[in-house]
């Protein structure tokens, strides 16, 4: 254990598991230059996570188990407000045609809990679980726009702001200008922040001490959203399915 309490083979252990996520799958040795470290070490940890079923091997190369997927999904069902807001996700997906998302705040970053696709859903291959900076998109936004201020500057700390696409905020003073505005107007807009092309329509969701819960946000080419006709028909079907989960997670007592 080193003087910060971590304990460096749970750190490696996922070390690799993490590499072998990045390179597709690895040989031993492939994982060994990725993560500069002896391939006498990846081997023995390697083998050890095969043995306990978190890593599958198959012609030599390593690839991570579905046990994680057993946790994170049985963990997710898990949430008051995945089971609350699965439901009402359907029918904002059935109702716009658009693809439809639920994210959560966890460790500084945005995860996206639930993903929901409509008739005319852009195929963005994105998936539960995917997680991203949340000054890089509406939900991350509205997320942000609840969090005490201190925790703001703790997570911008540590994660910064960086640029995802070519419309991404990455200016300290003009996020949160964005930020104020989203407590005012109850949603916020991003025009390709994230995704080039891309424009997404986000409400947050409130406890009943108005914490943040998560978010949730319509996304569509923005050439299918080009009036203004169209863009309030997406906000007004957002905020109201927004506020139909408050109420929902709030009367079942989840705080």
Do not use: W
């Not at 070390?15 to 990045?22: C, K, M, N, R, V």
């Not at 060994?32 to 470290?37: L, P, S």
């Not at 108005?210 to 319509?218: A, F, L, R, T």
């Amino acid at each position: 254990m080193n003087k910060n309490g971590r304990i460096k083979s749970i750190q490696t252990a996922f070390e690799l598991i993490e590499g072998l996520e990045q390179l597709d799958g690895a040989r031993a040795s492939t994982l060994a230059d990725h993560v500069d470290r002896p391939i006498s070490t990846v081997h023995d940890y390697l083998k050890t996570l095969e043995e306990i079923q978190y890593v599958t091997k198959a012609d030599n190369v390593y690839r991570p188990g579905t046990r994680f997927l057993e946790i994170g999904e049985a963990e997710r069902m898990k949430q008051p407000l995945y089971r609350v807001a699965e439901p009402e996700l359907e029918s904002l997906a059935d109702e716009t045609g658009e693809l439809v998302s639920l994210m959560i705040e966890e460790h500084g970053k945005g995860v996206l809990l639930d993903i929901k696709e409509g008739e005319d859903a852009i195929q963005l291959h994105t998936y539960p679980g995917v997680r991203m900076p949340l000054h890089s998109s509406a939900l991350g936004k509205c997320i942000l726009a609840h969090l005490p201020d201190e925790r703001v500057d703790e997570i911008i700390d540590e994660h910064g702001l960086p640029a995802m696409a070519k419309n991404t905020v990455t200016d300290r003073d003009t996020l949160d200008e964005q930020l104020t505005k989203v407590c005012e107007q109850g949603y916020v807009i991003d025009r390709g922040e994230r995704i080039d092309g891309v424009l997404c329509l986000a409400a947050p969701i409130l406890g009943t001490t108005d914490n943040v819960k998560g978010s949730i946000c319509v996304c569509s080419p923005t050439s299918r959203i080009d009036n203004e006709t169209d863009l309030e028909r997406i906000r007004d079907a957002v905020v109201r399915t927004a506020n139909m989960i408050q109420v929902n997670l709030n009367y079942s007592g989840a705080r």
